[in-house]
């Protein structure tokens, strides 16, 4: 390269260019900007942006910077490619491939092949790989070069609007800042002001009146004696920033200078409002925010949040050490005592793992038709899920309101100190009427203090063994009047959630038969709480009316291991067509079921091996994922039904279910480990002896060593973060994807598939089976929390049950 380099991010057509697999709170234009935002992936840990130039230039280096584990450290490069995908970036060679050793706050300029990237219209950067973690951040990336045409890169052009060139006029509105800015004694008027003025800095506007404007804020700062009048200029500076990123159509990035500028405005403030701005006195500075919708149409609100929630303080509470799962007590609809009769009811199911005739022809249909009765004879009680579903109107998706905003304003106002003599309400016997339990399976409630009338605040516990992963949560509010409540649970630790986006919880009062979503004036916002060490956590909180008596609060229809049960009781099969067998005890004591479903005849009438081809299907490895369930109780409910297409069905293809992997997670009411706190899905290359994976994987090498061997793998999970299901599969494998997509299922999205193997994954169900058993069609099944694809409703049990029946359908056509 001939000039010296500079830097081209205001050349990025940012209306062109496109990000796969990027998170919708943290989008790729995050990494443009060198402040506290970043740009982080989402379904797994790959990203693949696709960077178009307003013009060619010549690339010369590339300035990446991120930190941890999610720190991106393989990265593949390729020169005017547009629209690849993440088959072709894994399958084509790569123009150059960078390697990374991206440590805590380190920073990394790689050199590129003059020759190779001359000329440069788009460049693709397919991140391949991260240091461990299961997505991707990065901080700030900046491209540096020259114009192919020759004019130095800080010759900028104006800003682009549509087809036309248009340059802003400043002074102005410079003038106007300063004279008001000079106008202002009181605290309140210079906040005003200050917000006045950022909320008009329209995105369109060029980049000459940002860094102009920013100026003016931070010269002022320095020249300001009162500490708290210097804290909210510089306020006014990072606000500024702020707006500026939110970029309508043509819009310009900012220059780095004005980067660096608003860098240090933002640590100014930091210090200047380290013990000088309390809580209290945020408060109607957010106020103000909100009134003139400063922060809500900010994408990086989330971050001016998490700032704030530091400067106000945190409010502590003590980390959760949750130890050996205790067994079960209390009043669940499906007790501890229902699994011993379980155990000691399936005498003739083989304990040992593995097959050992689960479909062999040695084995009789007396044997197994027993076997099968035996299993449904121990469901003594009733299941937690009952069957039903509630109005329309509860299955509505709720519009995103302004609840949000609100939300986090109240919890800037909370005084730490107060804080800390809220009274317990759980555990305890409760008080004022109220009073909450969670000793059944599947419970999941740590503590609950009382903030205020009608206002609680609840945590979670963590999976046992462990102190984080507090998603999924059930437990029974008990009411002796009628009472309106609102509901504040602070230990959330994922950065987004469909709550945002029209999800609603389920409730059952007591005596009420079916389920139904539930709750108003929803709201996910950043919050002050350090739980022991760790920090940035989230509050959930909505506001439900309890009806006097028991009510049970859960995150998502619940479905436990009784629920199992009572399926094979309900679906019990007329012919010989369901063998049983038990591959456990896991950790935990609990049967580990196997059911195999096909035309026992076939075989017996084959001279010969059975080379029938299997089909298999998992759910629940993480315990909290309850959608997997009913997508596995539709998969049953067609496999056992006596309909010609599963008898049809049953001819051709040997199907294995594994209903329940993790039972003894699903009774503890974890997320993701199981019993002894391991993720299960993260072990299948090397599984620790002694646990669920053991049995469960020489259970699929055996089936791949039969004659017939193993077509499908289908693991399902639910995700916390999309609508509607996809799947998450290895490359080139999109042929079930594709027969989903044709078979119009409501709730299959084929948009959100995606294709990849990495090393972080590689631990998981679906990479091992396809890599080390070398089974083609192995995929992961995510289905949604809350709504169809497109926000049509909220996603219900039965339909996520034809969605399992149309997974079946799909992997019978790819034999």
């Known amino acids: 390269m001939a000039n010296v380099s500079e830097s081209l991010n205001d050349f990025i057509n940012l209306r062109s260019s496109t990000c796969l697999n990027e998170a919708s709170e943290h989008p790729f234009s995050h990494c443009l900007i060198d402040d506290e935002k970043q740009l982080q992936s989402d379904a797994d840990h790959q990203l693949l942006f696709d960077i178009h130039f307003t013009e060619p230039v010549h690339l010369a280096k590339l300035h990446f910077a991120a930190a941890g584990d999610d720190a991106p450290t393989v990265i593949k490069l390729f020169v005017n490619k547009p629209n690849m995908g993440f088959d072709d970036a894994e399958s084509q060679v790569a123009t150059q491939e960078i390697t990374l050793q991206l440590e805590s706050e380190v920073e990394a300029v790689v050199q590129l092949k003059p020759l190779q990237f001359k000329g440069v219209h788009s460049l693709v950067v397919f991140v391949a790989e991260n240091a461990g973690a299961e997505v991707t951040s990065l901080r700030y990336l900046e491209v540096f070069g020259i114009r192919a045409r020759g004019r130095s890169a800080l010759e900028a052009p104006p800003a682009v609007v549509g087809k036309r060139q248009k340059k802003v006029s400043t ?105 000088v701005v309390d809580a209290k006195a945020l408060r109607p500075l957010l106020e103000s925010l909100i009134a003139q919708k400063g922060l809500g149409q900010l994408r990086g609100a989330e971050e001016f949040m998490h700032l704030l929630c530091r400067l106000a303080g945190p409010l502590l509470a003590p980390a959760c050490d949750r130890g050996e799962v205790q067994e079960d007590v209390g009043d669940s609809e499906s007790e501890a005592s229902e699994i011993d009769e379980a155990e000691a009811g399936v005498q003739c199911a083989d304990r040992k793992p593995g097959l050992a005739g689960a479909a062999s022809k040695a084995e009789g249909k007396g044997c197994r038709m027993a076997r099968v009765a035996a299993l449904l004879e121990t469901l003594r009680d009733e299941p937690v899920e009952a069957d039903g579903m509630a109005s329309e109107e509860e299955v509505t998706c709720l519009q995103p309101n302004s609840r949000q905003l609100e939300e986090f304003v109240a919890s800037m106002a909370v005084d ?134 028991r009510t049970r609060v859960a995150h998502f229809y619940p479905y436990l291991y009784g629920d199992v049960l009572q399926d094979l009781r309900r679906l019990g099969p007329s012919g010989d067509w369901l063998n049983v067998s038990d591959l456990g005890p896991t950790p935990g004591g609990r049967p580990l079921l196997m059911l195999t479903i096909t035309d026992f005849e076939v075989a017996q009438a084959t001279e ?119 799947t998450l599969s290895n490359p080139s494998t999109q042929a079930l994807p594709d027969l989903l997509a044709e078979m119009d299922d409501g709730v299959f999205d084929r948009k959100q598939c995606v294709f990849s193997y990495n090393k972080s994954k590689r631990g998981s169900a679906r990479c091992v089976v396809w890599r080390d058993l070398g089974v083609k069609h192995s995929h992961t099944v995510e289905a949604t929390y809350a709504a169809l694809p497109g926000r049509k409703r909220l996603v219900t049990p039965r339909d996520l049950s034809e969605l399992g029946q149309n997974l079946v359908r799909g992997c019978a056509k790819l034999g």
Request: hydrophobic letters at 40%; charged letters at 20%.
């Open 171 to 275: 002074s102005g509105a410079l003038g106007e800042v300063a004279s008001r800015l000079s106008a202002q004694g009181s605290e309140e008027g210079v906040a005003r002001c200050l917000l006045e003025v950022a909320a008009g800095l329209s995105p369109l506007q060029g980049r000459e009146l940002v860094h102009k404007a920013s100026e003016v804020f931070l010269s002022a700062a320095p020249d300001s004696g009162d500490k708290r009048r210097r804290a909210l200029l510089l306020l006014g500076a990072c606000q500024c920033q702020v707006l500026c990123l939110q970029r309508g159509p043509g819009a310009v990035p900012l220059p780095s200078e004005t980067r660096g500028a608003m860098r240090t405005a933002v640590q100014g403030l930091m210090s200047a409002l380290e013990g």
């Open 416 to 549: 730490a100190a107060a804080a800390a003599t809220w009274p317990v309400i759980y555990p305890g016997p409760g008080g004022h009427g109220l009073r909450f339990e969670a000793s059944f399976q599947g419970g999941n409630l740590r503590r609950v203090r009382s903030e205020s009338d009608g206002v609680v605040e609840v945590l979670l516990c963590g999976d046992t063994k462990r102190s984080y992963h507090c998603q999924s949560f059930c437990f029974d509010a008990i009411v002796d009047v009628p009472l309106t409540l609102r509901f504040r649970i602070v230990s959330f630790s994922k950065p987004g959630s469909t709550f945002t986006d029209g999800q609603r919880i389920v409730t059952r009062p007591e005596g009420m038969a079916a389920w139904r979503r539930d709750g108003h004036d929803y709201a996910y916002v950043p919050n002050r709480y350090t739980i022991g060490q760790r920090r940035r956590h989230y509050t959930l909180a909505f506001t439900l009316s309890l009806r006097a008596g």
């Open 608 to 726: 010969g091996p059975d080379v029938r081809p299997h089909i298999v299907i998992s759910a629940r490895v993480h315990p909290g994922e309850v959608p997997a369930s009913f997508m596995m109780r539709g998969a049953l409910e067609l496999l056992l039904s006596d309909a010609e297409e599963a008898r049809d069905l049953r001819r051709r293809f040997v199907f294995v279910a594994l209903p329940m992997l993790n039972p003894d997670g699903v009774a503890a009411g974890n997320g993701r480990a199981n019993g002894a706190g391991l993720d299960l899905n993260r072990c299948w290359e090397r599984p620790p002896e002694g646990s669920e994976i053991v049995a469960a994987r020489r259970a699929l090498q055996e089936l791949c060593a039969s004659p017939g061997g193993l077509l499908a793998y289908l693991d399902l999970h639910a995700h916390s973060r999309r609508h509607g299901a996809f």
